[in-house]
C-alpha cells in the first residue's frame, strides 16, 4: 500500500537522495535521521520511505508500516543508549506540524517536561 512519492515533499526528497541528511538507521520501509534543528542532544525523526500526509492517515493507510516506524522509535533509542526519551507526532499545523510526510521525532538526553508546550 505504498504511497507515490511527491516531488514537491521535502521528506519524500531525503528518501530520493536528493537532499542530503545525517542518517542513524534505515530499513527498507523506513529511514531515521538526525533533525535540522535539534530540541535535544538526541532528536532524530524516524519515517515511512512510502509518502502519507500525517500519522493518523499513516495508521489508516497501512497499519503493518504504522507499526514498523514505531519500532524504529524503539531502535533509535537502544542506538542513542537512551533509557527515557520522548515520541511525538505533531499531527496538523496547530499542534506544529510543518512537514506534511509522517514522521515520529524520538527526543532525548536531556530530562523532558510534562504537559508539553
Ligand atoms: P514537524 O514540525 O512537522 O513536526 O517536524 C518537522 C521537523 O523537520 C522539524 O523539527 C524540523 O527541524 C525538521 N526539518 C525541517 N527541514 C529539515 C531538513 O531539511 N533536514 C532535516 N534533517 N530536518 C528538517
Ligand atoms: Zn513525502
Not at 13 to 40: M, S, W
Not at 91 to 111: I, M, N
Request: proline share 7%.
Amino acid at each position: 500500500m505504498a504511497a507515490e512519492p511527491q516531488d514537491d515533499c521535502l521528506f519524500c526528497r531525503i528518501v530520493a537522495g536528493k537532499i542530503p541528511a545525517t542518517l542513524v538507521r534505515e530499513t527498507d520501509t523506513t529511514l531515521a535521521f538526525r533533525d535540522i534543528n535539534p530540541q535535544a542532544p538526541t532528536h532524530v525523526l524516524v519515517i515511512p520511505k512510502a509518502h502519507h500526509r500525517d500519522a493518523a492517515a499513516l495508521a489508516t493507510a497501512d497499519p503493518a508500516l504504522t507499526a514498523d516506524v514505531l519500532r524504529e522509535t524503539q531502535a533509535v533509542a537502544t542506538a542513542e543508549g537512551l533509557d527515557s526519551y520522548r515520541v511525538v507526532f505533531n499531527t496538523g499545523a496547530g499542534a506544529g506540524q510543518t512537514v506534511f510526510h509522517a514522521h515520529a521525532h524520538v527526543l532525548g538526553g536531556r530530562g523532558l517536561q510534562w504537559p508539553p508546550g
